[in-house]
């Protein structure tokens, strides 16, 4: 082919390679607020595993990326006006998945699954799951101690005890003095996730994974931590292999029903923190 023809195939071809893995496997998304710093910052950029969920629940101490409900209030208001060439450049920044984050996704790490009791706090200010206490290294700047919870706004850290129902998760941000989450806002169906954020790619000087911090490893099971007497019994932790790997041998079998699951929930995947 002459150059000026197949120029324009190659870019075709790069395009539509591109709208399958957005689709069917890896998506970046965009970081607009603080509510989970330091360890995200705003403008950073994470992929996020779009096929872990369909072949497993979430973990706890996992970031996750999920659609809100009607509960939730948007933190980033999303600027629909514009000419023509500012909406199409957002359409195809969507298709490939660098498009700006939208009112409904958000990005919050699991606190608690379907059977847990959460609440704060212990002696010591900290969160506990099924009577377990967290130490978070990564709240670096929590809510006051003093001030009175309430059910509308996450200004107090006090909360609880909440036992998360079936098919839901328990969600929070990491930056807790400014994330509103689950503490005010109700948990969140596990069917609205849209993956699991893995890794940071963007700015380089931000690149690191994304994984679960040791304290989650021993958060008892909801059963033993109902009996009286009981000893709890760690889970065993998840498997440390990069997500990508873990997925990627059965993206040919699931990818197709995956995506047809969720058609339901709109074209755009976008992002709050």
Same mark, same amino acid.
């Given at each position: 082919?002459?150059?000026?023809?197949?120029?324009?195939?190659?870019?075709?071809?790069?395009?539509?390679?591109?709208?399958?893995?957005?689709?069917?496997?890896?998506?970046?998304?965009?970081?607009?607020?603080?509510?989970?710093?330091?360890?995200?910052?705003?403008?950073?950029?994470?992929?996020?595993?779009?096929?872990?969920?369909?072949?497993?629940?979430?973990?706890?101490?996992?970031?996750?990326?999920?659609?809100?409900?009607?509960?939730?209030?948007?933190?980033?208001?999303?600027?629909? $006006?514009?000419?023509?060439?500012?909406?199409?450049?957002? *359409?195809?920044?969507?298709?490939?998945?660098?498009?700006?984050?939208?009112?409904?996704?958000?990005?919050?790490?699991?606190?608690?699954?379907?059977?847990? *009791?959460?609440?704060?706090?212990?002696?010591?200010?900290?969160?506990?799951?099924?009577?377990?206490?967290?130490?978070?290294?990564?709240? *670096?700047?929590?809510?006051?101690?003093?001030?009175?919870? $309430?059910?509308?706004?996450?200004?107090?850290?006090?909360?609880?005890?909440?036992?998360?129902?079936?098919?839901?998760?328990?969600?929070?941000?990491?930056?807790?003095?400014?994330?509103?989450?689950?503490?005010?806002?109700?948990?969140?169906?596990?069917?609205?996730?849209?993956?699991?954020?893995?890794?940071?790619?963007?700015?380089?000087?931000?690149?690191?994974?994304?994984?679960?911090?040791?304290?989650?490893?021993?958060?008892?099971?909801?059963?033993?931590?109902?009996?009286?007497?009981?000893?709890?019994?760690?889970?065993?932790?998840?498997?440390?292999?990069?997500?990508?790997?873990?997925?990627?041998?059965?993206?040919?079998?699931?990818?197709?029903?995956?995506?047809?699951?969720?058609?339901?929930?709109?074209?755009?995947?976008?992002?709050?923190?």
């Amino acid at each position: 082919m002459p150059l000026w023809q197949e120029l324009p195939l190659l870019l075709i071809v790069a395009f539509c390679l591109a709208v399958l893995v957005r689709t069917f496997l890896v998506q970046a998304f965009f970081i607009p607020s603080g509510s989970m710093e330091p360890r995200l910052l705003v403008g950073d950029r994470v992929l996020v595993n779009k096929v872990v969920y369909d072949v497993r629940q979430p973990n706890h101490g996992e970031i996750v990326v999920f659609r809100g409900t009607d509960n939730w209030a948007p933190e980033n208001q999303v600027d629909t $006006n514009g000419g023509f060439f500012a909406k199409l450049g957002r *359409t195809i920044g969507d298709l490939v998945g660098v498009s700006q984050p939208g009112e409904k996704d958000f990005i919050k790490r699991v606190i608690g699954l379907p059977g847990d *009791t959460v609440a704060c706090c212990d002696a010591n200010g900290r969160v506990t799951v099924n009577g377990f206490p967290l130490d978070e290294p990564y709240v *670096t700047d929590n809510s006051p101690l003093d001030a009175p919870p $309430n059910a509308k706004v996450c200004q107090s850290r006090r909360f609880g005890p909440i036992k998360v129902e079936q098919g839901q998760m328990f969600v929070m941000g990491d930056h807790r003095l400014v994330s509103q989450d689950s503490r005010c806002q109700g948990a969140v169906p596990i069917a609205n996730a849209i993956g699991r954020a893995f890794v940071i790619v963007w700015p380089g000087s931000h690149w690191s994974g994304l994984g679960v911090p040791p304290t989650f490893d021993k958060v008892p099971r909801p059963v033993a931590a109902a009996a009286p007497g009981h000893v709890p019994v760690a889970p065993a932790p998840a498997n440390g292999v990069p997500e990508l790997v873990v997925t990627a041998p059965i993206l040919a079998s699931s990818a197709f029903t995956a995506r047809s699951r969720r058609t339901g929930r709109g074209r755009g995947r976008r992002l709050l923190a």
